[in-house]
């Protein structure tokens, strides 16, 4: 259906904005609406799919079918208004703006063009390879004896806010150290246990989850001004607690919501390849 609109739109049509997004010219696309939802038509009669674009100011994600995303959570773990621009803390971000007035200024449609986003990927990158918290994973690499089976981990942005965080993941033993490292002028970790998943909910929240042998537990979190904070932490253990299907009931309801993410082998290639730059997320499960 969208490739016989695009054949009908003509130069000089659409100069006028629709009216959820304000004016908007030909000659700089347009917005165009069907039985799916609203996409948009650049100038060159292509249009955004499996990405970020900035279109007046904001930026705006479009699905694999060139779809714009509204009131929900974008694949990379940003969030959109029901406008569908990218916000951050509930406050929309444009382009060129003053990062103090409570928005941050990026060169290209991608949220993650932004020097606090690489200066934390090269930090991560230099810790990941050289901090001794990761002897395991690169003694498993290397040829050296290690307890690590199988270490993986994840790039994914929390809490939304443009910046990379990265959750390093053993495989192996339950005795084995899992990471969450994330960025405050420097990098910052926070030690998990027992096999944890993490995954990001709305308003900038994310969700660790984990358990071994009958016991289980989860913790909701929020990432603000580099200060990690436990909003809600609920366990139970199958032998021990009492009524624990409430319990579990409630980490479940926290598990459903999760967006999680894919884990990437732990290897010099891949930290190069996802760390590297803008970085890039290992996409959603």
């Given amino acids: 259906m969208k490739k016989a609109l695009?054949?009908?739109?003509?130069?000089?049509?659409?100069?006028?904005?629709?009216?959820?997004?304000?004016?908007?010219?030909?000659?700089?696309?347009?917005?165009?609406?069907?039985?799916?939802?609203?996409?948009?038509?650049?100038?060159?009669?292509?249009?955004?799919?499996?990405?970020?674009?900035?279109?007046?100011?904001?930026?705006?994600?479009?699905?694999?079918?060139?779809?714009?995303?509204?009131?929900?959570?974008?694949?990379?773990?940003?969030?959109?208004?029901?406008?569908?621009?990218?916000?951050?803390?509930?406050?929309?971000?444009?382009?060129?703006?003053?990062?103090?007035?409570?928005?941050?200024?990026?060169?290209?449609?991608?949220?993650?063009?932004?020097?606090?986003?690489?200066?934390?990927?090269?930090?991560?990158?230099?810790d990941l390879k050289n901090s001794p918290d990761y002897k395991w994973y690169y003694d498993s690499q290397h040829g050296g004896r290690s307890l690590t089976m199988d270490p993986h981990f994840a790039v994914l942005d929390a809490n939304g806010d443009g910046v990379y965080e990265v959750f390093v993941y053993c495989g192996g033993p339950s005795m084995a150290p899992h990471w969450l490292l994330y960025y405050d002028n420097g990098v910052k970790k926070k030690e998990f246990g027992t096999m944890p998943t993490i995954g990001t909910l709305e308003n900038g929240q994310f969700y660790i989850t984990g358990g071994n042998h009958g016991w289980f537990w989860g913790e909701l979190y929020t990432l603000n001004g580099g200060v990690l904070t436990v909003v809600e932490r609920l366990e139970y253990d199958m032998m021990r607690t009492a009524n624990y299907e409430a319990v579990q009931a409630a980490i479940g309801q926290y598990a459903n919501r999760m967006v999680t993410y894919n884990m990437v082998y732990f290897s010099d290639e891949n930290l190069e390849l996802y760390l590297s730059g803008n970085g890039q997320d290992t996409g959603v499960k």
Avoid: H
């Fill in 6 to 126: 695009k054949q009908q739109v003509m130069a000089g049509i659409m100069a006028a904005a629709l009216t959820l997004f304000g004016s908007i010219t030909a000659f700089a696309g347009s917005w165009q609406q069907d039985g799916s939802g609203w996409w948009y038509q650049n100038d060159d009669g292509s249009w955004p799919a499996n990405t970020w674009q900035w279109i007046n100011g904001k930026c705006y994600y479009f699905d694999e079918s060139g779809y714009m995303l509204s009131g929900t959570t974008a694949p990379d773990g940003s969030t959109v208004d029901e406008s569908g621009a990218w916000t951050v803390d509930g406050v929309v971000q444009t382009q060129g703006t003053d990062a103090g007035a409570g928005t941050q200024t990026a060169s290209s449609a991608n949220p993650y063009d932004n020097d606090v986003n690489r200066a934390a990927l090269a930090a991560y990158l230099y």
